[in-house]
């Protein structure tokens, strides 16, 4: 078996996820200005929701559902309790209270019997079945699966942002809040929207994640992290970016693993090759591949 076309349809498939967690970075940023520093515990929050759910007697597909709707929820809880009161505020404190949220989650998973171990589902008889191969690479039907889900998501919201007329409102507050609230546009309900939505996309990236390769609270939360150098590539305010920018990251990292690991004492370069990648995109273009370069009148 060729070890390139491995590498490249296995990054393909972790990159779909990354774009899909990457997508709620965006969601967030494109309607706001805010990077949330908790949306790797509220994938976290989304999958184990699933999993408890599935540990009752539920079928996974509806336990998948529910935990987008408690996510969906959850961001908008969020916002209006949190982030609504700081509307005005220095970026640098609304950036503050993420990162004590993503804590404050992080704890109160740590509460619950799946804050320490390592859980997975059981894969749903539709999947269990003899999977594909691809230029001699085989991929299981979790696999098929996930990226095909992540693909469908990130499509819809692709197609939400460009066509639908809320999509277009968000956008507008985006791009300047003060005119879009002069012609009646509620700013804080596009706010809310976007945080309900952010965490809708983090329990789908949670779920297929948990379901292709296990649950562990360091692994879920963890993916909030490694998909900065995903929205940074790919660009803040960029729902395409995200998509690209996930792709590329997740190809790097297995392409780094796969041919770097052998000659650099220690590997571990799929760890550190993204974050490479980060620092050299910040130098060298800073709104990213397809995010909006914006130029300040001084």
Do not use: C
Request: zero cysteines.
């Amino acid at each position: 078996m060729d070890l390139l076309p491995q590498l490249l349809l296995a990054g393909i498939v972790i990159g779909s996820i990354y774009a899909l967690a990457a997508l709620g970075f965006v969601l967030i940023y494109k309607s706001s200005r805010v990077i949330n520093f908790a949306h790797g515990q509220i994938i976290a929050t989304g999958a184990f929701i699933a999993f408890a759910l599935t540990q009752r007697g539920l079928n996974f597909w509806l336990a998948g559902l529910i935990a987008m709707l408690a996510t969906f929820l959850l961001g908008m809880l969020i916002e209006r309790v949190f982030l609504r009161r700081m509307v005005g505020e220095p970026i640098i404190a609304v950036i503050m209270v993420t990162i004590g949220l993503s804590s404050v989650i992080d704890g109160l998973i740590h509460l619950t019997p799946y804050g320490a171990g390592s859980f997975s589902f059981q894969t749903p008889a539709v999947l269990s079945g003899q999977g594909i191969e691809v230029f001699g690479t085989p991929l299981s039907r979790t696999q098929i699966a996930g990226v095909l889900a992540a693909l469908g998501l990130l499509g819809a919201f692709t197609y939400f942002f460009n066509k639908s007329t809320l999509g277009i409102t968000m956008r507008a507050v985006a791009d300047d809040q003060m005119a879009a609230m002069s012609v009646g546009t509620s700013v804080e309900r596009v706010f809310a929207l976007a945080w309900a939505a952010a965490g809708l996309t983090a329990a789908a990236a949670g779920v297929i994640l948990g379901l292709m390769s296990g649950l562990t609270l360091g692994g879920l939360a963890g993916i909030g992290l490694k998909v900065f150098p995903v929205v940074i590539l790919g660009g803040l305010d960029s729902v395409i970016g995200a998509i690209v920018g996930g792709m590329l990251i997740g190809i790097l990292e297995n392409l780094s693993a796969g041919y770097l690991d052998a000659i650099v004492p220690g590997g571990g370069t799929r760890e550190v090759f993204p974050f490479i990648v980060l620092i050299a995109v910040l130098l060298i273009r800073p709104y990213g591949l397809f995010g909006t370069k914006e130029i300040e009148r001084v």
